[in-house]
């Protein structure tokens, strides 16, 4: 069975600077019948665990510690661990002051630029894309054609840089150095909202600088 993409969207709260709003989130889960990954665990913890179902949960990978990402990582990997079998959270070390926010003191396993985690035949390759946050990542799976890019870039631009911790300069030269150096059909499947490709988001760099979107 080779791997496949599937998508649940869980709504609730992100709190930062002070601030809380509502929120729809995607979790996006990578692998086949046998085992799976799941990248972000935002909300609803029981309709994520519902999604894996009996399958083996190899990893909860958060593409950054905003909590409407990582809120339920401790919870998701608890459920699924058992005495033969830990599952990891996996989350860049340049974000671990982020997740103390909502996770304080409770562990995490490093993920960095460059590392591979395979799932059910396919290759989730690491790529540090800071500038939402300090530790953001984007996954990309070749096989798959695929990017998951949480919240550095949507359809229409680059995510967030307005609060702490983020910066503007950094995602866009995470954007113009890293994501747009994919092949342009590559789907980008992000944090929030609707998919898009990078084809159609790379003619439009020089005007999201131009407006410091």
Request: glycine share 10%.
């Amino acid at each position: 069975m080779s791997a496949r993409v599937e998508h649940l969207v869980t709504s609730g709260t992100f709190s930062l600077d002070g601030q809380t709003f509502d929120v729809d989130n995607n979790v996006w889960i990578v692998g086949d019948d046998s085992e799976v990954v799941v990248l972000d665990a935002p909300h609803d913890v029981d309709a994520i665990a519902t999604a894996v179902g009996d399958r083996t949960l190899l990893a909860v990978l958060a593409t950054h510690a905003h909590d409407d990402h990582v809120r339920r990582a401790p919870e998701l990997a608890q459920r699924f661990s058992d005495g033969g079998h830990r599952v990891p959270v996996l989350l860049h070390p340049a974000d671990r002051e982020v997740w103390e926010l909502t996770h304080p003191g409770v562990p995490t396993t490093d993920l960095v630029h460059g590392e591979v985690v395979a799932v059910a035949g396919a290759e989730l390759h690491v790529l540090h894309t800071p500038g939402h946050t300090p530790g953001s990542v984007s996954v990309y799976a070749p096989s798959l054609g695929t990017v998951f890019t949480g919240d550095t870039l949507f359809a229409g631009g680059p995510g967030a840089t307005g609060r702490s911790f983020s910066s503007f300069p950094a995602i866009v030269a995470s954007i113009r150095d890293v994501l747009l150096g994919l092949p342009p059909e590559t789907r980008v499947l992000t944090g929030h909202g609707q998919s898009t490709t990078i084809g159609d988001e790379a003619p439009h760099l020089q005007e999201w600088v131009d407006r410091g979107h």
